[in-house]
């Protein structure tokens, strides 16, 4: 299976630069990209900045392949998603060549002539994807080994509490009055002089409540509302000053200031379960009155077209069993994640890895650094170099995720389960009753 290529599913940051690190390590790289262009699924949130500077969004294996055509890295700042796609992502792509397909749908992976029950010479046969193109033209691509690069972008958690679709909000969603993707600034017009609702209360929900007090102070009459599952404690609004990437510690810091000024009114204890047009109910009845919504709850893998594959995943998370102790918001507070690498992706299913986004399955903080380790480390194992699979070249920051055991969704607790170090809130800015009530 030597001649065959290694298919890599994905155009993203690190389906890149693991065809970087392939070709570097003299192994053919088939990158299946599933959008019309490279990183599309950042293209699609090019107006957020970035926590992490230029030299964390960097692969080295990249910059290696980069460098000959002129490019040269990015040295400081914190690029937008666009200018991180413009600068480094594209011009990446465009190098790789033919080595990346477009329009290219996987549907499938299996091993030929092998469904997921039968073990008789199962690693022996070569993997079997199966690709829809853009017209529809379907396909199958033997390869040596199989890379998952493909990411959560397209797999939005849901607005329902219990991690289903409230009522309604599918309707919602086709209506327009519900959407999953942080608002833009240079585009008001969904939000200006209206009411939104914002739910969720991680780093995107940070991104989308500074976006729209920024049309508010554009717009009069621009009202928002910021609903989250949690009572407010000291990590709700992340690390502060205490983060090790200090862009996301000041993305909580403003989004704290927009609430306390009150530019942003915050409801917590909010468990949403059902949407009625652009009207958010919780289970216990409180109701907002609102124009748009905008769900920012996290982001889930999909695994769909690896039913075939033999995989050992956290039923928790969904992610490889191997490193889920060590990304679980329920299980750990701030501190350092360990680096992961090809040892710890492995699954049962011998040369298929996932990585980048995918491997954290359902969990949060993500860096793009962890997934250049990664990918460079499940390279170096497909070829053959295990030393350098096992080496650890990584040493990522403190994450900043503080939910700690049992209090990280816990609406009656103001016990902080983490490290985190921004001060707890004064009781009475943040105060809101938990009787029915309805929010206009």
Not at 102 to 128: C, H, I, M, N, W
Not at 180 to 185: E, I, K, L, S, W
Not at 240 to 251: C, T, V
Not at 345 to 360: C, F, I, N, T
Request: with cysteine; hydrophobic share 40%; aromatic share 6%.
């Amino acid at each position: 299976m030597t001649d065959l290529p290694v298919a890599v599913i994905g155009a993203g940051p690190q389906g890149l630069a693991a065809a970087a690190h392939l070709l570097e390590r003299g192994l053919t790289p088939l990158v299946l990209e599933q959008g019309s262009e490279p990183a599309a699924a950042v293209a699609e949130w090019g107006h957020v900045r970035l926590f992490s500077a230029w030299p964390e969004l960097v692969d080295k294996a990249a910059a290696r392949l980069l460098e000959p055509t002129g490019w040269a890295a990015p040295e400081k700042g914190y690029p937008t998603g666009a200018q991180w796609r413009e600068s480094y992502l594209a011009p990446l792509a465009d190098t790789l060549g033919d080595h990346v397909r477009y329009g290219a749908t996987v549907t499938g992976v299996s091993r030929k002539g092998r469904d997921r029950l039968v073990d008789a010479d199962r690693a022996e046969q070569p993997f079997v994807v199966h690709v829809t193109g853009a017209d529809g033209t379907e396909e199958r691509i033997e390869a040596r080994a199989v890379i998952d690069a493909s990411g959560t972008w397209r797999r939005p958690n849901p607005a329902g509490a219990d991690g289903l679709p409230a009522l309604g909000e599918r309707a919602a969603h086709t209506a327009g009055a519900l959407g999953y993707a942080v608002p833009d600034r240079a585009h008001p017009e969904a939000y200006a002089g209206r009411h939104t609702v914002v739910i969720g209360a991680g780093d995107s929900a940070f991104n989308a409540v500074n976006e729209l007090a920024a049309i508010a102070r554009d717009h009069t009459g621009t009202k928002i509302t910021w609903a989250i599952r949690r009572a407010v404690s000291t990590n709700t609004f992340g690390g502060g000053e205490a983060d090790e990437l200090p862009e996301r510690g000041a993305l909580g810091v403003r989004a704290r200031k927009a609430v306390q000024d009150g530019s942003v009114e915050l409801v917590t204890g909010f468990r949403t379960e059902r949407v009625d047009g652009a009207t958010v109910i919780a289970e216990d009845g409180r109701a907002i009155e609102a124009d748009q919504i905008v769900v920012l709850t996290g982001y889930r893998p999909d695994l769909g077209f690896l039913s075939e594959m033999r995989l050992d995943l956290d039923p928790t998370l969904e992610a490889p069993r191997n490193i889920a102790v060590q990304i679980d918001p329920n299980l750990h507070s701030c501190g350092s994640v360990s680096a992961t690498g090809a040892k710890d992706l492995a699954q049962p299913e011998p040369d298929l890895y996932l990585v980048g986004m995918k491997s954290y399955g359902r969990a949060p903080t993500f860096l793009a650094m962890t997934g250049y380790e990664q990918v460079r480390s499940v390279v170096a194992e497909l070829a053959g170099d295990h030393d350098a699979a096992a080496r650890v070249e990584l040493e990522l920051p403190d994450t900043g995720v503080c939910g700690g055991a049992g209090v990280f969704d816990d609406p009656e607790s103001t016990k902080s389960g983490g490290c985190c170090g921004t001060p707890a809130p004064s009781e009475e800015i943040f105060t809101i009753s938990r009787a029915p009530i309805t929010l206009s």
